[in-house]
């Protein structure tokens, strides 16, 4: 019944911009959050937001990336400006639901920084 599902990946090239969306349903959320995963890295987190907008930013994304949220539509978005290559990877959404707590994943979605 809870689902969370992620749109704006794509490829884009060093220095430029992309913005991911996660739209959740089935819940309201108390955390929600983006992690990132390149192929033979561990799985990181990029950002999260509580719903008093409280955010928590990875060093490597400080100063580049905004994560905001809708609280009344349980979306949680990720402005990620002056992309470098460093920067590809699964971004993948997930969150807490207010009540029991579980935590949620979306699907995934592939940003690929190249020239």
């Known amino acids: 019944q809870v689902h969370l599902v992620e749109s704006g990946g794509g490829l884009v090239q060093p220095g430029g911009s992309l913005r991911l969306s996660c739209e959740g349903s089935?819940?309201?959320?108390?955390?929600m959050g983006w992690y990132r995963q390149a192929p033979g890295k561990e799985r990181e987190l990029v950002a999260s937001?509580?719903?008093?907008?409280?955010?928590n930013y990875a060093d490597s994304v400080k100063g580049r990336f905004t994560i905001s949220r809708d609280n009344a539509k349980s979306t949680v978005n990720l402005q990620m400006n002056s992309l470098t290559p460093e920067d590809t990877a699964a971004y993948y959404c997930?969150?807490?639901?207010?009540?029991?707590?579980?935590?949620?994943w979306g699907q995934g979605t592939q940003v690929t920084v190249s020239s």
């Open positions: 089935g819940s309201a959320f108390s955390v």
């Open positions: 997930n969150a807490r639901t207010l009540w029991s707590g579980t935590n949620f």
């Open positions: 937001i509580t719903r008093t907008g409280m955010t």
